[in-house]
Structure formats: C-alpha cells, structure tokens
C-alpha cells in the first residue's frame, strides 16, 4: 500500500492492446532498516551524453537516408552528438553530409573499408585526415569480416588493423582519434581474431539481445571480446531491436511498444557496464514495410516517412532529462543509498554544480519474442536515502510521453519511487556542492 499522506502519479501506457500500469509515488519515507548511506561520485552527464550514438547511411540514397535535411534534424532533436557510417574517399556527397553533421556538433566514427574492398586505406585514411578531420571520433577496423565467407578472414583482417593503427598513428593530426578494432557477427569470432590489442584503443563488440533484454548477450560479448582486447576499453558499435514481429528469422522483433522500454535501457545498461560508447542500429527504417515481415527495414528509432517510433520519443526524453546544463570543474560525490531489490540498477549523473540526475531501471523483460506478445511488468518500490535534504525537481517516467509523467516533489531526505518497465529520473539539487 501506499504510506499514508503519498503523492502518487499514476500513468496508464498501452502496449500492442494491453493496458500496462504504471506508478510513480513521491513520499516522505522512513529509509530502509540497515541502509548505508555512501558519499557516492557520480558519472558526468557529459560522459553518458556522449556515450550516446546511432547509426546512418548517408550514402544510402535509394532509402530515407536521401532525406538528410529530416536526418539532420532528427538527430539534433534526439540530442544525440554521435553517428557512425562507412567511410567512403571518392563519395562527394555523402562526405559533404557527414562534415554537415560535424559543423552541427556531431561526432563521427567511420568504418574504414574491408579487405579486398574497392578503396584502399591510404585514401581512407586521407581522407579522415582532410576536411572531415575536425569531426572525427573514431576510426575502426572491417565490419563483421567472419562473414564474409573468406577462408583466410582472419588473417586477412589482423593485417588489415595492424596497417590501419600504423597509418593512423603515423599522422600526428590523427594520433589522438581512437582506433576501434574489427566487428565480428559470431562470438566464437573473437579467439579466432586473436590478441590485437597493440593495434586498437576499444574493442568493437556487436551484442544484439535478439528480442530479450538489452543486457542479454553483453556479458557473453564483453568476455570473450577480451581475446581481442586484453584490457582495452570496449565500445558497442551495433546493438538494437526491430520491429518486424512478422519476419520469421532468428533474430525475432519486438513490438515499437517495447523497443520504447528498452532503448533507454540498452544504452544505461552499456554505460553502466563500462562501454565507453554505443550505437544503436539505426536512425530511420531504410525501405517502408507495412507487413514487417523484413527486419532490415525495421531498425529504425523512425519510421521510413520519419514519423516518430515510441522508441524515439523515450530516447528523446531520456536525453533531456539527463543532459548537461553547465560545466563542471569536478565530480562532486553526493550522499546516497538506494534500495529497492535484485533487478534494479541505477546511475548517478552529475548535471551541473549541486545538480544530479539519479537514474533507475529494472532488468525485466516486456516482451516475449517467442510467444510475439507484451509481457505485463508490476511496478516496484525503491526508496531513495540522500542522508541530507535536496530538493527534487522532479520524478519522470522515460516512456516517451513527456511532461504528462512528470511531478514536482520539492525538499526531501527520502524519495519513494516505483519503478515499472520504463527507467524512471529523479532530478535533484543540493544546498551545496560535494
């Protein structure tokens, strides 16, 4: 039951027909019994917003990619400051759109071709060090090689990424631009590729859950990729849902309702896991499919005539609600303790001086690819303990609907919060820094 004298916001959302409930209740709460409160540091909001990318294919000019004008304000809506595409010297146009993208303030990380591929990496690299070079966040290494079907791929790419890191470092404008190693569709992939961890600055992991919860596969991806790696950074340069629930493959779809609850989620659960930065596969549905009965032209946050997907709309708010309002000089840690069961997880991001955005999610599923039918989630209690008085702005739920999910609760020392399917943000201010 809810304590006596609670606020309480009640939200009703639906999914695919089925009426899902959720809660979200504000209350002065005594803190659990035996709850530490710890100076805890946070993470710079800084850092998860640009830990935040997504995938383009600006050349694609037979898709809604030839539609860059509604890209480049999709992306400036979205909040997102990080795009990755395939790099391309003689591609006139798709270049002159990536350093449009740059000059907006959008980092760029490039796939820099194949072996046997059509360019060589002397021009690739010519290129990353010409007028796109301002805008480059990372280069990387061939893109799911293993397949391609080459008996010798393995071989083949470690030349390739070794040649790649040379000509990288040997231009001194491009010593600092991360070298991202090569992708791999298969797992078993990475022990075959073996230790190329002198020629790469993150390794390149590719973890779709298939249908289940953004976590599912990414502790299988960042083991073995450490045969690759050693103890290298890793980034996730492909990772996502479709929503061709029609398509019989093996990589089932989710509902455009579910793929809302776990888009956030995907990217605080990589964050959260240490991935320095994440692209979800991709911004806009390439060809229409009103059957969605093809994946490849489901993945998009948008639909194909770019109207917004609900995943796009939680992405938005998740961005907004966490996003940096002004520099910081240090990472002030803030005293807090939460408590609220096994399958919560939670962030703390520093904002601004004396503001926080504290973040919380559950590791459940809302959707069950086999069955093709939403699961229900019953919201859960977790109780926030700052051991000081802060005052929160506000309590939002990430499920894309914006303001209507949100409530201000003024000064508290405890925050009671029931956290559902969608991550829920408690914005906070201190009376002082640290």
């Not at 409930?21 to 540091?41: E, H, K, M, N, S």
């Not at 146009?93 to 980092?107: H, K």
């Not at 925050?415 to 829920?424: I, M, Q, R």
Request: proline share 7%.
């Amino acid at each position: 039951m809810w304590p006596e004298g609670a606020d309480v916001l009640r939200v009703p959302l639906r999914s695919s027909g089925i009426l899902l409930l959720l809660l979200v209740g504000l209350a002065l709460v005594p803190a659990p019994a035996g709850a530490a409160v710890d100076r805890v540091t946070p993470r710079s909001a800084a850092a998860f917003r640009d830990s935040v990318g997504v995938n383009v294919h600006l050349s694609y000019y037979d898709t809604a990619y030839r539609n860059f004008t509604g890209v480049a304000h999709a992306l400036s809506d979205l909040g997102v400051r990080q795009v990755r595409d395939g790099a391309c010297s003689g591609c006139t146009g798709q270049n002159a759109r990536l350093e449009a993208l740059g000059r907006q303030g959008i980092g760029l990380t490039l796939i820099m071709g194949r072996p046997g591929g059509s360019e060589t990496l002397s021009s690739l690299v010519g290129l990353v060090s010409g007028p796109l070079a301002p805008y480059v966040a990372g280069v990387e290494g061939p893109n799911e090689y293993d397949g391609s079907g080459d008996p010798r791929w393995s071989a083949k790419v470690r030349a390739y990424q070794r040649d790649l890191w040379r000509r990288m470092r040997a231009i001194p404008s491009l010593d600092s631009v991360p070298v991202l190693s090569p992708s791999v569709l298969s797992l078993a992939s990475f022990s075959k590729l073996g230790n190329l961890s002198r020629w790469l600055d993150c390794v390149n992991v590719h973890p779709y859950a298939g249908g289940d919860v953004p976590s599912a596969d990414l502790g299988a991806n960042l083991r073995d990729a450490r045969a690759v790696s050693g103890r290298k950074p890793v980034c996730a340069t492909e990772a996502g849902y479709h929503n061709a629930t029609a398509d019989r493959g093996n990589h089932p779809g989710v509902s455009e309702r579910a793929a809302a609850a776990y888009v956030p989620r995907l990217y605080l659960d990589f964050f959260r896991a240490g991935v320095e930065r994440t692209f979800l596969y991709e911004l806009v549905d390439e060809w229409p499919d009103p059957r969605r009965d093809k994946r490849e032209s489901n993945f998009g946050l948008l639909r194909n005539d770019f109207s917004p997907k609900p995943a796009y709309r939680s992405l938005r708010e998740l961005m907004r609600l966490t996003s940096p309002t002004a520099r910081l000089g240090r990472l002030a840690p803030l005293p807090i303790a939460v408590e609220g069961g096994g399958d919560l997880h939670w962030q703390l991001l520093q904002t601004a001086p004396k503001r926080y955005s504290v973040v919380l999610w559950r590791d459940v599923r809302v959707w069950d690819q086999h069955r093709e039918r939403p699961v229900p989630v019953t919201a859960r209690r977790a109780t926030l303990d700052f051991g000081q008085r802060v005052s929160v702005a506000d309590v939002s739920v990430v499920d894309g609907h914006g303001a209507a999910s949100t409530r201000r609760a003024g000064g508290r020392r405890h925050l009671s919060v029931d956290v559902g399917a969608y991550p829920v943000v408690a914005r906070l201010r201190t009376p002082r820094a640290g």
